[in-house]
């Protein structure tokens, strides 16, 4: 009936390991019961759920068992151990300052697909000298449901994750997609009506719900980045979401080369002044250059994270979105100079602005 219960239990996996040590436990009679998971290298316990202490007993032995004396036994042979002393045994390791005493012992390893995921420990059975056979027997068969149960657990949590990490992917998308490109054609519009106010009231008005729509859209971003980080996208997958954003409401599509290990080298504090740096250069491309293409590459090597962007505009825009100091050049180099990085900007013989950004990598 137990093993039933740990099976369609159903529980979180930290109630069910504490369930299932309560359960042993009232299985063989014992006074104490805990359950140690082990580490991923399988060399000591990571995980300590012991039941049967009184508060002020597991705040007299303080630190938790990591796996040594007998206890390291089960993770060097898994296989049932059972006790009648358990300070008698030569590998014994002695019991912490305010341990209660204890004597019967039965070690039980508990496997999730073949393989040892932890141990259920039993001490002191209550009315006899040590636990038998039949109590082994019991305890086995309860860690072979447990095996389930705790897969089963993993399973659950494991779907649970990928729900979350779909809303988060909904969320940034909605976002992205409907939010911020309404605010980005309105922005653009507003500009427009900026140069047919001239220098009026009405013109700065104008100008002014510019600059907050443009805060609201940097807002916007920034969670959207903060989702994709949260959510386990990667610097790789960000850059690419915000290209693809900004392709749609500049109107073409930027070509784009990234290399190098973008995702296990670029930092997270690097990403977010990346990101930004990169969102101002091809939003300044959108609302200055006049371009009709671009490119953007992304290289990380050699000791560098260097971001390029190639506009074949008018030559001038960067120029003019540093007008008001709330955007630009000004901005950019400020994000690189934070990293001890560099900004550098011409503008090719052929035409356009060449847009390079630096920074050096850690380590």
């Known amino acids: 009936m137990a093993a039933m219960l740990l099976i369609e239990g159903d529980l979180a996996l930290p109630l069910l390991l504490e369930h299932l040590v309560g359960e042993a436990r009232a299985m063989v009679g014992a006074r104490y019961g805990a359950m140690g998971v082990l580490n991923d290298d399988h060399t000591a316990l990571s995980e300590f759920i012991s039941v049967g202490l009184t508060p002020d007993e597991e705040a007299r032995i303080g630190h938790r068992p990591t796996g040594r004396g007998v206890l390291g ?9 059972r006790l009648a002393d358990i300070q008698a045994h030569p590998d014994s390791y002695g019991l912490p300052a305010g341990h209660p005493p204890m004597t019967s012992f039965l070690g039980v390893p508990v496997k999730v697909r073949d393989e ?10 209550m009315g006899w000298s040590e636990f038998t056979q039949d109590d082994e027997d019991l305890v086995v068969a309860l860690a072979t449901a447990a095996g389930v149960a705790i897969e089963n657990a993993r399973l659950h949590e494991r779907v649970q994750q990928l729900a979350v990490l ?30 047919l106010a001239g220098p009026t009231a009405v013109g700065s008005g ?73 969102r101002e250069a091809l939003t300044n491309i959108g609302r200055h250059a006049q371009a009709t293409e671009a490119t953007v590459g992304l290289h990380v090597g050699s000791g560098w994270c260097t971001l390029e962007v190639v506009d074949n505009g008018i030559g001038q825009h960067a120029d003019q979105a540093t007008a008001g100091g709330r955007m630009g050049v000004a901005n950019l180099r400020r994000r690189a100079q934070k990293l001890d990085g560099e900004l550098v900007v011409d503008h090719p013989d052929a035409g356009g602005t060449r847009l390079l950004w630096r920074v050096p990598l850690p380590g």
Do not use: C, W
């Not at 036994?73 to 151990?81: M, R, S």
């Not at 610097?235 to 979401?241: E, I, K």
């Not at 599509?253 to 990101?275: K, Y």
């Open 116 to 125: 040892v995921y932890g141990n259920l420990y039993l001490t002191d059975k």
């Open 166 to 195: 779909d809303d988060r992917d909904r969320i940034a998308r909605d976002l992205h997609d409907a939010v911020i490109q309404r605010l980005f054609a309105v922005g653009l519009s507003l500009q427009g009506l900026v140069t």
């Open 206 to 278: 104008l100008t002014q719900a510019v600059g907050d729509i443009d805060d609201t859209i940097r807002q916007i971003r920034s969670m959207i980045f903060e989702l994709a980080l949260d959510g386990g996208g990667g610097v790789r997958a960000g850059v690419l979401a915000l290209i693809s954003e900004l392709n749609a409401v500049v109107g073409f599509e930027f070509r784009v080369t990234l290399d190098g290990p973008l995702d296990t080298t670029v930092t997270e504090r690097m990403a977010e002044h990346l990101l930004a740096a990169l």
């Open 73 to 81: 036994l089960l993770i060097t042979d898994p296989q049932p151990l």
